[in-house]
């Protein structure tokens, strides 16, 4: 009982982080959806053009005045920002937006926008992954035992006496133990994932290296919308490729379960062929995830979807790996 409760505690508070994450931040977009002059961060003195980023909307009444005696193709000066500038409008942008895109700006330096992203990327997966390791674990056991959890269900279908639920209640906790399955922990890789993803957005919309950058002749400012309103084949294709990537990395323990059990000759369980709603309601899971990503980030900059589809890319390699070591596992075991 102590440990449900503290894992609901744990629970509570990631939920309560993640709400102060999506609030911390007002939007750094103007209404006519150009990027406040203001709110860019850059590392190094950079210009851009007047027509490209917004200046009637920003804070400071100085720079409104200054801003408006120029022409629209006339070149602005962006100073770089720093931490203290950053963390005074709020500790979101300072501890986790200005530093995100800040890495993203020197490591672009170096290179291109595009790797300055790819590398964040990973690092950011990399970093993930170090600190929720049993809980992907657990997460990706979770999803392989799904046919032991099945022949549970199965079992007490039906039965709604106290008895049943008690026993089927205590079978579900016994093979939850035998893999080291921790349910709440479950959770905390998908709850995570909400203030990551919020906190990239905002740096690569604000990383100066990614508003006047490009990857590969793709400006990494315009969204996949603008790629299908003007058939720009390049934008439409990572879209495509981030949705297909990404259900694919969701898809992954399931598909390397069903690999291993080919190669272990596992026979199929005629259970699994009679009622099947578990499998069935993880698929809705993710198919329902997937469409919402989608629905997001088509009028996302382009450089999110290209986040999001390196990190799905990373995510499989690290599914290979949690697998790997699953079976290891169990052979040693």
């Not at 508070?13 to 999506?22: G, R, S």
């Not at 069903?258 to 005629?270: G, S, W």
């Not at 698929?283 to 989608?294: E, H, P, R």
Request: proline fraction near 3%; charge should be positive.
């Amino acid at each position: 009982m102590a440990n449900l409760l503290k894992g609901k505690m744990k629970i509570l508070f990631l939920c309560l982080f993640v709400l102060l994450t999506c609030t911390a931040c007002s939007s750094p977009r103007a209404t006519d959806g150009k990027l406040k002059v203001d709110q860019i961060i850059s590392s190094e003195k950079v210009e851009i053009r007047k027509d490209l980023v917004n200046v009637t909307d920003i804070e400071d009444k100085d720079l409104k005045k200054e801003y408006a005696k120029y022409d629209d193709d006339d070149l602005i000066t962006i100073e770089p920002m720093t931490f203290g500038e950053a963390f005074s409008s709020g500790w979101f942008t300072g501890l986790i937006v200005w530093p995100l895109a800040q890495l993203i700006n020197i490591i672009a330096s170096f290179t291109d926008a595009g790797w300055g992203i790819i590398l964040t990327t990973i690092l950011i997966q990399g970093v993930v992954f170090l600190f929720t390791k049993k809980s992907q674990m657990s997460s990706q056991r979770m999803q392989e035992i799904q046919p032991e959890m099945q022949r549970i269900q199965n079992k007490y279908a039906g039965k709604t006496d106290d008895h049943s639920r008690l026993m089927m209640a205590q079978e579900t906790q016994k093979l939850y133990q035998k893999y080291d399955i921790h349910p709440f922990g479950t959770l905390l890789v998908t709850l995570i994932q909400l203030p990551i993803m919020m906190g990239v957005y905002y740096a690569m919309t604000r990383a100066s290296s990614v508003v006047l950058g490009s990857f590969m002749g793709i400006s990494l400012s315009q969204t996949p919308l603008y790629g299908f309103q003007h058939l720009e084949i390049a934008y439409i294709v990572i879209y495509v490729l981030m949705i297909i990537c990404s259900l694919v990395s969701l898809k992954m323990p399931q598909i390397l379960k069903k690999r291993q059990d080919k190669i272990d000759h596992v026979k199929k369980k005629e259970y699994l062929d009679t009622n099947n709603s578990a499998m069935n309601s993880m698929n809705t899971t993710m198919y329902f995830s997937t469409g919402l990503i989608a629905i997001l980030y088509i009028s996302w900059p382009i450089a999110m979807a290209f986040y999001w589809l390196v990190s799905s890319l990373t995510r499989m390699c690290f599914s290979v790996f949690l697998h790997a070591m699953i079976v290891k596992q169990k052979k040693a075991s």
